[in-house]
């Protein structure tokens, strides 16, 4: 049996927070019609979409913190969330192919990733990297959407605790007003010393 499993990061761009993989195997008969590049998606929809997905596919999230960020930059960082959301992603398969009562064992199954990007990240099967894959194909496109999600409701989180830095509304990308707020008062506790702001 050849499964696919697409895998996509949110937070490569902002100043501050985590950045966050979603890694996505979706079944046969998943609404497909729902999904997009979660940038294309209106929040309203994401939401409604990430929710699905979690339901009915076989999914995992990594997230790497700003301090790794900058210690390793943002590429790194990137790849080493994608593999943490694929081993979370592999530990949950077993029960899933169950659940979906696929009665495969584990050496019957052929494993391929497809990532969003020019970069493979370090995963236990083969994987291609193809620029614009979270425009092009669906497993993709939901794990961009639980990876957006995910980031999105922690920097909502984040902005109860640094109110001032408006991370409900930015979400840490680097618009003006986020600069702004750094040049005058200085970084946040989650900020990404290593980027310009």
Not at 145 to 157: F, G, L, P, Q
């Amino acid at each position: 049996m050849n499964l696919i499993c697409g895998l996509d990061e949110a937070g490569r761009g902002p100043l501050a927070g985590p950045v966050v993989a979603g890694c996505v195997i979706l079944p046969d008969n998943f609404p497909v019609e729902i999904l997009n590049d979660s940038k294309k998606l209106s929040e309203k929809k994401r939401i409604a979409a990430e929710k699905i997905i979690k339901e009915k596919a076989c999914w995992g999230i990594g997230i790497i913190d700003h301090e790794t960020i900058d210690k390793i930059n943002i590429l790194q960082a990137s790849m080493l969330a994608m593999k943490n959301a694929y081993e979370m992603m592999m530990i949950k398969l077993p029960g899933w192919l169950k659940e979906n009562k696929m009665q495969f064992k584990p050496e019957d199954i052929v494993l391929s990733a497809i990532t969003d990007g020019t970069t493979c990240p370090p995963v236990s099967c083969e994987v291609r990297a193809e620029p614009k894959a979270d425009g092009k194909y669906p497993c993709v496109m939901a794990a961009s959407i639980i990876a957006k999600v995910c980031r999105d409701n922690m920097m909502t989180e984040y902005d109860k605790l640094y109110p001032q830095y408006g991370y409900a509304k930015h979400k840490g990308y680097p618009t003006p007003a986020h600069k702004k707020i750094c040049r005058e008062i200085g970084p946040s506790p989650i900020q990404r010393l290593s980027f310009s702001y």
